[in-house]
């Protein structure tokens, strides 16, 4: 059985480490970068969006790969071998739309990607609710990333900048969310550190 995992008075093999906020914060740069990306880009070819999405999934999941051990949980931990997988999920989502470019392709690739993610991170964010720092923005992150998966679909006849736009939306309010939970956490940790 997982124990519980709280901010204060974690036992020393789940707790979350100090520097927590670090993957947190790469993860909102990335989802921020790329939703200027949409915003900014007003007529996007296919290759661009296969691009722009493809390193904006590939980043998320490498960073959700390095933030799972970070947020305390062993990789063979169930908590762990769930966010390890939604990294995965990212990573192979943002690599294969990296090499392929179409606007069926990045919409059926991105909606599986960002949904099995979002998925993955909302039982762990439902499952730690109330016991780990994460919990709430996991939940946040896993409803975004879920509804953008099954908003994909509905644009693929719309092209690449209706595409981009339902994705780099749902990128923007999760990157506002985590830049938020970045900054807190790493705020306490620097009070954390400080006292005696």
Do not use: N
């Not at 970070?70 to 943002?94: C, H, I, M, N």
């Not at 679909?153 to 994705?167: E, M, R």
């Amino acid at each position: 059985m997982t124990q519980p995992i709280t901010p204060a008075g974690a036992v020393p093999e789940t707790a979350p480490r100090p520097d927590l906020w670090k993957p947190v914060l790469l993860r909102a740069a990335a989802a921020l970068a790329f939703g200027a990306v949409t915003i900014f880009w007003p007529s996007p070819s296919i290759e661009v969006m296969g691009w722009a999405g493809g390193l904006y999934l590939l980043a998320t999941g490498l960073v959700a790969l390095w933030g799972a051990p970070a947020a305390g949980f062993p990789r063979e931990s169930t908590p762990g071998k769930l966010l390890s997988a939604a990294g995965s999920v990212l990573t192979g989502a943002g690599f294969a739309l990296v090499l392929l470019h179409s606007d069926l392709l990045f919409g059926v690739i991105a909606a599986l990607g960002l949904g099995v993610a979002g998925a993955l991170e909302l039982w762990c964010g439902l499952r730690f609710r109330g016991r780990h720092l994460l919990a709430r923005d996991w939940i946040a992150s896993g409803v975004i990333g879920v509804g953008t998966a099954v908003a994909l679909p509905f644009f693929i006849s719309l092209g690449a900048h209706a595409l981009l736009g339902v994705a780099g939306g749902g990128a923007i309010i999760s990157g506002v969310l985590w830049v938020l939970s970045g900054l807190t956490l790493r705020h306490d940790a620097r009070g954390a550190a400080g006292k005696p």
